[in-house]
């Protein structure tokens, strides 16, 4: 399907702006500090079992 | 043959400038007083920072320092352009790859008719193929070391740190000197030959649904998206899949046959 180049752009930009949003929804936000912080997926499992 | 109404390269101009300013404000954040509790250092904001400290978070749990979990949405976010439309990010979203771009631009103004003689230099096909290789051992080797560091691997010498950060160290500010005049001799130098990021990213370039397509019946094979081509990929009408491509768009921007190149989605 052919798409109208114009609209590229905001092609991108959307998509980077939902994927950053679902990466923030998933728990990935910022952290207070900057520092690491124990949130790891192992330790999310864990949790779920 | 009818005009185009306006140009994506300056869309494109736009966006990078936004990308710019972006990054040097959160680089003017990272140097005033109470950084740490306004969620997240400098690092965090980094796409790389995600690659860098992946495997440390899922195999112990922890993110290196100076990274944060905000790293793993900017990388999904990043990963998610790819996905759609392969090494956008590198072509319109990246200010160190529009920082590139502008020390070209710049150079090439500066030195008038004279700059397309003498800059950008074309290096040797024997040292080019070889070192666009580099990126993709770089990005192995951080992979590898950021299981055995407690900073990310490319943290003391990253090029967006020494560009963006204001915080700098002797080894940013040598990282700095080889990047700036790495950019003025060779397009997209870094990008080309050390980027770990695009090093990810090519694979993309492969798979992404939006891209561009050649009407081999209507190029009339002028050259002159080669010319354009920042990454200087050869007979870029038939490698429009090509690792090394941005998808800057450049090429369909200054293709003067309409139809020759599209932008399609791919089913």
């Known amino acids: 399907m052919k798409i109208n180049p114009h609209y590229y752009p905001y092609i991108i930009l959307t ?6 949003l679902l990466g923030i929804l998933l728990g990935f936000g910022p952290e207070r500090g900057g520092e690491g912080g124990e949130h790891g997926l192992l330790l999310a499992m864990e949790a779920c079992v | 043959m009818t005009a185009k109404p306006t140009s ?8 990078q400038w936004l990308a710019v ?9 990272h140097i005033m007083p109470g950084e740490a509790s306004r969620g997240g250092s400098f690092d965090s904001f980094c796409a790389f920072g995600g690659i860098e400290t992946l495997l440390p978070y899922i195999l112990d749990g922890n993110v290196l320092k ?3 979990l905000l790293n793993f949405s900017v990388l999904i976010a990043t990963l998610g352009v790819a996905l759609v439309a392969g090494r956008a990010f590198c072509g319109w979203l990246c200010g160190l790859g529009a920082l590139q771009d502008f020390v070209a631009e710049w150079t090439r103004k ?4 004279a700059s397309k003689t003498i ?13 666009r290789y580099a990126k993709y051992l770089i990005l192995l080797w951080i992979m590898v070391g950021s299981l055995f560091t407690v900073y990310p691997p490319l943290r003391d010498f990253c090029p967006v740190r020494a560009v963006f950060s204001l915080k700098m160290t002797p080894l940013l500010w040598l990282t700095l000197a080889v990047f700036l005049a790495g950019s003025v001799l060779v397009e997209r130098f870094w990008c080309k030959y050390f980027c770990p990021l695009g090093a990810a990213l090519a694979v993309f370039n492969k ?31 038939r490698n429009l899949d090509h690792p090394e491509c941005v998808r800057c768009m450049e090429c369909l921007d200054t293709c003067a046959r309409d139809g020759s190149l599209e932008l399609k989605l791919i089913r």
């Open chain 2, 119 to 131: 800059l950008p230099l074309q290096l040797p096909a024997s040292v080019d193929r070889p070192l």
């Open chain 2, 21 to 29: 300013i972006g990054t040097f404000v959160i680089g003017l954040r």
């Open chain 2, 66 to 68: 100076s990274t944060n």
């Open chain 2, 8 to 15: 994506l390269s300056k869309s494109r101009r736009i966006i």
């Open chain 2, 110 to 113: 500066l030195l008038g008719k």
């Open chain 2, 207 to 237: 798979i992404s649904p939006v891209r561009l397509v050649s009407d081999d019946q209507r190029c009339n094979n002028c050259g002159r998206c080669d010319i354009e081509c920042s990454m200087g990929i050869q007979d870029v009408p």
């Open chain 1, 15 to 20: 998509t980077y702006v939902i994927f950053l």
